[in-house]
């Protein structure tokens, strides 16, 4: 199964809005075949490892990270392929969320006689598939906050200086860190203040989505962040008719939304989900960053922290006020780790809800 779930990663990036799944079979102790669904719209992982079986895989036992599906999308439904090759055990990380499989796939195989294991490895398997479950069960992509800051929690210095508070290998982190997400999301005022690409340079991979949150529209036409495609904006919807058709005509989408703030990120959310994000990685400024923790709308932060004191400037949580120490938001499963001269810290923030 940990082979399975190595397989699986390297589906990252490419495969949403469908999970990561790795594949392998074995018979009589010995791998026979390996497979990894590898992008949307392309074979699932058991028909990859099937074939890389050589189709040969009668009396056989498969190790895969998620349920094998029973319904027809895109590809052909990898259950009842299972059956009719012959299978004699099918071993499972964890069920499908996806409420058109959601057991149906362990179920049609107990029927037709294979014998099924399932949880093994869950909590991994859970934890590779996170955005996907997160979207299945609360509609909404698993997002992660990424910050840059100073020791002492500084963005920036109060008049906006932000360039370059943390080190060149966290710079190079964070564009791997792009790669392995579907989108990206930030705000207007960080667009202004630093005129990012928000691309993939310094690392493999494809750019993500890249989603700005611009109620007025004040991104100015000549931003950076127009050099690059698969550029959304969304806006109120009193925004400027001709502002709207001018982003339009630089090959940006614009939608509209006319909500308060919690449902208004809601709202932005629930508009990802549709379009397949997994997962969603946010590079802003204090106001969003406090927002989405206010709201407990944030599931991982990955803090980059230089060796460095700031002193009097902008914090990246200056918006978000707690009346109690109860009230505290607290992370769990913490990694820290150095990158080149700065500390990374990472971990799954206490308002995320349960996978």
């Not at 002492?152 to 210095?157: E, T």
Request: hydrophobic share 40%; with cysteine.
């Amino acid at each position: 199964m940990r082979m399975a779930l190595s397989l699986a990663f390297n589906g990252t990036g490419s495969v949403s809005p469908n999970p990561r799944v790795g594949c392998v079979i074995v018979r009589d102790s010995k791998i026979i075949g390996t497979g990894w669904h590898k992008c949307c719209g392309e074979p699932h992982a058991e028909v990859e490892a099937v074939r890389n079986a050589g189709e040969d895989v009668k009396g056989s036992t498969v190790y895969v990270n998620l349920e094998p599906c029973c319904h027809h999308g895109r590809t052909p439904p990898c259950a009842p392929m299972l059956i009719e090759k012959g299978v004699s055990r099918v071993v499972i990380g964890m069920t499908d969320p996806n409420p058109l499989v959601d057991c149906r796939g362990e179920s049609m195989l107990r029927d037709a006689g294979v014998e099924v294991t399932s949880g093994v490895l869950g909590k991994e398997s859970k934890w590779m598939n996170r955005g996907f479950i997160r979207r299945m069960r609360n509609g909404r992509p698993w997002i992660t906050i990424k910050t840059a800051s100073s020791i002492d929690g500084n963005i920036a210095l109060k008049d906006g200086s932000s360039k370059w508070i943390t080190g060149e290998s966290s710079r190079q982190k964070v564009h791997i860190m792009r790669a392995e997400n579907d989108a990206l999301l930030s705000g207007v005022g960080t667009v202004i203040a630093d005129d990012p690409t928000f691309t993939v340079r310094d690392a493999e991979g494809k750019s993500p989505k890249r989603v700005i949150l611009d109620r007025r529209l004040r991104t100015p036409l000549s931003a950076a962040i127009f050099n690059e495609k698969n550029l959304i904006f969304f806006t109120s919807a009193d925004a400027s008719v001709d502002k709207i058709n001018s982003i339009r005509e630089l090959g940006a989408e614009v939608l509209t939304i006319d909500a308060p703030e919690c449902s208004e990120l809601e709202f932005v959310l629930a508009k990802l989900c549709e379009i397949g994000v997994n997962y969603l990685m946010v590079e802003c400024g204090a106001r969003l960053t406090s927002s989405l923790l206010r709201y407990g709308l944030a599931d991982e932060i990955s803090i980059f922290m230089a060796p460095k004191i700031l002193g009097a400037g902008i914090h990246f949580t200056e918006y978000l006020e707690l009346d109690s120490l109860d009230e505290a938001i607290s992370i769990k499963d913490i990694n820290t780790s150095a990158c080149g001269d700065d500390i990374w810290i990472r971990g799954v923030l206490s308002c995320s809800p349960d996978l």
